[in-house]
Structure formats: structure tokens, C-alpha cells
């Protein structure tokens, strides 16, 4: 037993290793373009459901935090702030779904082609995502969402990290990025970002580690129907995002249990399908309940599931007669072991990187905002924003507070008040003119 046990935390501990490097340079990406696009600009720029709002949904998604939890809080957040439901949604999906460090975990572990198809089948389920909206959605059910959005009920301790906004606006655009505030920035956003979703990568991973060592490939080629080619590229792709779902597991963190699933017989579209369903676990659905109320989030759930297993079958089939899809179901990466490779190299570079960024985080204050994120608060709170990052925050347990022009202003961390005291008209201005705040 004990040995059975260490072998599923070997594999985990070595498929960790082989994608750190990935997940890394893509969190970095990732907090760059927050450090320079405000959520203030993407909630102005995703106000219709129209074609050019829905690609910019797509583009301001796949240049967003990855974290699913992070993701749901953000979209409510847009709608809030004046985005149209819609795009708000689609928004989301393309955050979890169009990332650049999905993109890097997916070359790693599984290869190019599911790569290619992830971004294109992405792509198409946003698209069919957008069609159903438009067949289906009612104004009635987005007035009844608005109304219980606006009540800001507590749905999970991401959703600080959703309001939160440490976009750098002002100067040219390498400056922005390169200067001291610019680095504050890029730090804050990087782990809080991986605050949010480590979770979710260790469970991920340990599921995925647990899975391979006990679990024996002829259990999966029976469920996958593997025997039967044609039933198994049906039943793959309906299939896949029920396996999600169950799982508990989303963000990046579904990615190697993909590969075990891909291992074990799972059809290509299947796998695409699986990886598209991290929106609909049981946990974000609870999420969407609270957020836009019991029947919206049952509509979520059914015009979700459609368009996942859809574009999952979809672009199954289009790989399959393209010949771009593999028919090795063999991975490797169960079997790989560290070296002294390029894979090394670069984990020991970013570890590096991570530990100065590390540093900076904990000397702004960055330790201080993750406890005010962690803090739920009272049912009755009348909260108001923190004029600095845009976090909720409730007055009565605020310890940072600042009076100017005969007003009190409260913060989530001494980090945001310093900042605020250098020039407070300037984020009074801005906390006036963003929408619905």
C-alpha cells in the first residue's frame, strides 16, 4: 500500500516538474497584460452582444487569469460594471479555455495536436456558445441575472481577486511595465493569481498521479467503449464533460487528469470536450446559482454542456479527416524522470524569477491583500470599493482607512493606502468614472 502510494506521488511530483517552467512563463504573461489592459476598459469594450464585442470577449479572455473560480468572478464583475450578459460569459469561458499556458501544459504533456485543437475547438464553442445565446437567451432571464448580480452575494474568496484591478494606465508602455510600480505590479498579479488557482493544480495532479499508478488501462478502454471505434468517438465527447464535472477539479488543474483519460482510450473530441468543461463543475455551478440565480444557472449548465460536447465532437471529426489527430494513446510523460535537461534549466530560471518576484510581493503588502481576500464578509455588510485596486471591502473591518475632501475611504492592505495617499484625487477621479461603481 505504501509503496502504491509513493509511486502516485512520484508521478505527480515528476509531471509537475516537466510543466513548472510552462505554467510560469505563462502566469508571467498573463499579469503582464493585466499590469497594462483595466478591467475598467474590457467592461466599456464588452458593453453589446454583438460580433465585435464577442471577439473582444475572446481576445481580453485569452489574455485573462486561467483560474475558473477567478474567471466566474470576473465575468460577474464586468456584468456589473456595465458588460453585456453575453459577452461577459463568453468572456469566461475564453479565460479558461484560450490561454497561453493551457496551450504550453497541453505541448508538454500531450503534443501539438491538442494544442491546435483546443484553441480552434475553443474557438468553435465560443461560437456555438454565442449562437445559443442568441436563440434562446431571453431579455427577462438577463434582467432577472442583473438584479441578483446587484445584490453581490458571496459566492466564493475569489471573488476579491475578480474585483481586483492593478492595471497601470498611465505613461508609455514599456515604462509602465519596466518601472518599479510597473514590477509591483506584475508581482501582485502573478500570485494572486497563483493563489487562486493552486489549489485546484495540486489536486489536479495528485487525481491525475493516484489515477495512472492504480487505476489499469483495460477499466478505461472498456468504459471509452474503445472496442467499438465507432460508439467510442459518440460517446467521448458526451461523456468527457460529465467526467469533469464530477471531478471537482478545473483550471489547468483537468489537464493531466486529460492525459490519464487520453491514455486510458478516451476519443480526441472527448478529450476536448473534457478540458472545455471546468465551467461546469458541481462547485462553479453553486457559483453561478448565487451569482445569477437558480434557473440562470440551470440554462448556464444546459447551453454549456451543448456547446462543449458539440465543438468536442466537432473537432474531433475535423481532425480525424484532416489525419492531424494521433491514434498513439500511449503518453510518455508517465515515465519521464527529471535530468539535467532544457526542462531543468528553465524550472530552476523561473524558480529564480519567482522568488524575486516573491520578494516584492511580501515587501508591498502583497501577503496583507491575500488575507483581505481570504476574509468572507457579513451577510449584511454594506460594502464599499477600495478607490486603489476596485476590491470590496467592509468599513466596519477595514483597519486601512484615509480621509480626503471630507470623505473616508477604506482599502484592502496598506499597500493600496500608501498608493491612494500619493495621489488621491487621481483615484477619486477614476473610481468615479468607472461604470457601476
Not at 454542456?305 to 489527430?325: D, E, H, R, S
Amino acid at each position: 500500500m505504501v509503496n502504491a502510494v509513493l509511486h502516485a506521488l512520484q508521478i505527480s511530483i515528476f509531471m509537475i516538474w516537466e510543466v513548472l517552467w510552462p505554467l510560469a512563463l505563462g502566469f508571467l504573461l498573463s499579469a503582464i497584460i493585466q499590469t497594462v489592459v483595466s478591467k475598467r476598459t474590457v467592461a466599456r469594450a464588452l458593453g453589446k452582444p454583438d460580433l465585435k464585442g464577442f471577439l473582444l470577449a475572446c481576445g481580453f479572455g485569452a489574455a485573462s487569469s486561467s483560474c475558473s473560480y477567478a474567471a466566474v468572478a470576473v465575468a460577474r464583475t464586468l456584468f456589473r460594471r456595465g458588460a453585456s450578459f453575453v459577452n461577459a460569459i463568453i468572456f469566461e469561458f475564453a479565460s479558461t479555455n484560450l490561454v497561453f499556458e493551457l496551450g504550453l501544459v497541453l505541448l508538454i504533456f500531450l503534443g501539438w495536436p491538442f494544442v491546435a485543437a483546443e484553441f480552434a475547438g475553443g474557438l468553435l464553442m465560443a461560437v456555438i456558445l454565442w449562437i445559443l445565446f442568441k436563440v434562446t437567451l431571453r431579455q427577462r432571464m438577463v434582467d432577472a441575472a442583473r438584479r441578483q448580480a446587484e445584490r453581490g452575494v458571496f459566492g466564493s474568496t475569489h471573488e476579491a481577486h475578480g474585483e481586483m484591478d492593478v492595471s497601470i494606465t498611465d505613461g508609455p508602455f514599456l515604462s509602465r511595465i519596466f518601472s518599479p510600480r510597473g514590477f509591483t505590479a506584475i508581482s501582485h498579479a502573478f500570485y494572486m493569481d497563483l493563489n487562486a488557482i493552486y489549489v485546484d493544480l495540486g489536486l489536479g495532479f495528485l487525481i491525475a498521479g493516484a489515477l495512472a499508478a492504480w487505476v489499469p488501462n483495460s477499466w478505461w478502454q472498456a468504459f471509452f467503449l474503445t472496442n467499438h471505434p465507432t460508439l467510442n468517438e459518440f460517446w467521448s465527447p458526451l461523456i468527457g464533460p460529465v467526467i469533469s464535472m464530477l471531478s471537482f477539479v478545473c483550471s489547468i488543474g483537468n489537464v493531466p487528469l486529460a492525459v490519464v483519460l487520453w491514455n486510458g482510450g478516451i476519443s480526441f473530441g472527448g478529450v476536448i470536450s473534457f478540458l472545455f468543461a471546468d465551467l461546469i463543475i458541481l462547485p462553479i455551478l453553486n457559483i453561478y446559482r448565487k451569482y445569477y440565480g437558480g434557473r440562470t444557472s440551470l440554462y448556464l449548465l444546459a447551453v454549456s454542456y451543448v456547446a462543449m460536447a458539440l465543438a468536442g465532437f466537432l473537432i474531433g471529426g475535423a481532425f480525424q479527416l484532416l489525419g492531424l489527430a494521433p491514434t498513439n494513446h500511449h503518453v510518455t510523460i508517465f515515465e519521464t524522470q527529471p535530468s539535467w535537461n532544457y526542462t531543468t534549466f528553465l524550472d530552476i530560471a523561473f524558480l529564480l524569477l519567482m522568488a524575486v518576484m516573491a520578494w516584492r510581493f511580501i515587501k508591498t503588502g502583497g501577503m496583507e491583500m491575500l488575507r483581505a481576500h481570504s476574509r468572507r464578509p457579513e451577510a449584511e455588510a454594506e460594502l464599499v470599493s477600495d478607490p486603489v485596486c476596485g476590491m470590496s471591502v467592509d468599513p466596519a473591518t477595514a483597519d486601512q482607512r484615509s480621509d480626503f475632501g471630507g470623505s473616508t475611504y477604506y482599502f484592502c492592505s496598506a499597500g493600496c493606502k500608501e498608493t491612494f495617499d500619493k495621489d488621491p484625487g487621481k483615484y477619486i477621479a477614476q473610481a468615479k468614472t468607472a461604470p457601476g461603481l
